[in-house]
């Protein structure tokens, strides 16, 4: 691999349709890279996480994928309510999410928790009211 | 354990990918809740759920696991259907509940993909 490869994915909210599609194209896009099987099944679980809470709780966002030689990177940005106590947001079982959520599969209040167990650093900065930002980073073996 | 084999054990109807059963199931996992499928699954299992939504089949893709039993007689629409063909994901149907369906696969071998049981002590008798 030369250069730094980078791509930039919009994720629209409640678009429960179009929700996935982002992360299966992350998925196949780092499979053609050559990136280990193991480190690609841990982005995609990460970003298939994040790709939800957008769908779900914000107004619109974006996922920008960079690879290096070194590291996997995804900047998780949305416009939207924000996460007001974000300690809170981390505990695996804390969901708000709505009864129709829960019917499509979610609210099990395991996504960010799945993100950090999958990502080798995770930051996470959110101002309530404008947004949320997912700085996450895996490391290529 | 074949996906054949499955197919058979649970007298399942099947949807799509119906050449690519003679893949190997490595263990099972039944849930209808899509991030728990995602923190307790390895790559290479069969997923059971009542769960008939397209992100069934993407929450699939994206854990590595080529084959989902929709079980209680839940049928998959069209939609469905067309992006498991795309992904190659064996989508099978079968009528057992998802009790029996667990249990039968388990008797003939297939244990869990869950890894979160390994992290608990069995409870102990009084
Ligand atoms: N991008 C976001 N914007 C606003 N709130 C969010 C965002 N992401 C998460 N949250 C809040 O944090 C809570 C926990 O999120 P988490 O992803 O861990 O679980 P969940 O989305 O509720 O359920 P699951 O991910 O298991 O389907 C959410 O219920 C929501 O209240
Ligand atoms: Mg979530």
Do not use: W
Request: with cysteine; glycine share 8%; charged share 20%.
């Amino acid at each position: 691999m030369g250069k730094p490869f980078s791509h930039s994915f919009i994720v629209e909210g409640r678009n429960f349709v179009q929700a996935g599609t982002a992360s299966t194209k992350i998925k196949t896009m780092l499979k053609e890279l050559g990136i280990d099987g193991g480190v690609v099944r841990r982005v995609a679980i990460a970003t298939y996480e994040a790709e939800m809470n957008i769908v779900m709780y914000a107004n619109s966002g974006t996922v920008v994928l960079e690879v290096t030689p070194e590291v996997v990177r995804l900047n998780v940005n949305d416009r939207g309510p924000g996460i007001s106590d974000i300690d809170l947001a981390m505990q695996e079982g804390y969901s708000t999410a709505t009864p129709e959520m829960r019917e499509m599969g979610f609210g099990a209040g395991m996504g960010l928790p799945n993100i950090k167990k999958n990502a080798d650093d995770l930051r996470i900065k959110s101002t309530v009211g404008e947004g949320t930002n997912l700085e996450i980073t895996f490391r290529i073996n | 354990m074949r996906l054949s084999e499955i197919r058979d054990l649970l007298a399942c109807e099947v949807f799509s990918a119906e050449d690519q059963l003679n893949r190997e199931a490595k263990h099972g996992c039944a849930s209808d809740l899509m991030s728990d499928v995602l923190a307790f699954s390895r790559a290479g299992a069969v997923l059971l759920t009542g769960l008939v939504n397209v992100h069934t089949v993407q929450t699939a893709y994206i854990a590595e696991i080529n084959c989902i039993v929709f079980v209680r007689g839940k049928r998959p629409d069209e939609s469905v259907i067309a992006v498991a063909k795309e992904k190659k994901i064996s989508l099978l149907g079968s009528s057992y509940s998802m009790y029996e369906a667990c249990g039968i696969l388990y008797q003939h071998g297939l244990t869990s993909t869950m890894q979160c049981a390994l992290n608990h002590t069995s409870p102990k008798r009084a």
